[in-house]
């Protein structure tokens, strides 16, 4: 099992942002992915957490500009991000809590993505 996240790099301000987080491989079922952000010279934070057959849940810090979603079918998790702020420059990541066809579930992290939100 892999995970793979895509997008970011530098954005302007004011824009909106998506993040990919994609899992491949022989996996049996994605029951929740996770994303984090982990600005410079900070603890890692969690965003919010996208569960399989729940409710996605945004952590109070993050409402009302981040948003997750995901297509189970493509085994893909999106971070949404609008209105993009300066103070958004971090690195994103995502765990996902997997189960492989041969193995019961556990964390697989993508390799992170740097956002940079600069004029």
């Known amino acids: 099992v892999r995970v793979v996240q895509s997008g970011g790099g530098f954005v302007q301000p004011g824009g909106p942002l998506r993040l990919s987080c994609a899992a491949s491989?022989?996996?049996?079922?994605?029951?929740?992915i996770q994303w984090y952000q982990q600005r410079p010279g900070k603890e890692r934070e969690l965003v919010g957490t996208w569960t399989n057959g729940a409710m996605t849940r945004i952590l109070d810090a993050f409402t009302g500009r981040f948003t997750i979603s995901a297509d189970d079918a493509r085994r893909t998790s999106y971070l949404h991000i609008d209105n993009l702020r300066p103070e958004d420059t971090a690195t994103y990541l995502c765990k996902g809590i997997i189960a492989a066809t041969d193995s019961e579930a556990i964390e697989y992290w993508g390799q992170g993505t740097q956002v940079t939100v600069s004029s």
């Open positions: 491989g022989s996996i049996l079922r994605i029951a929740t």
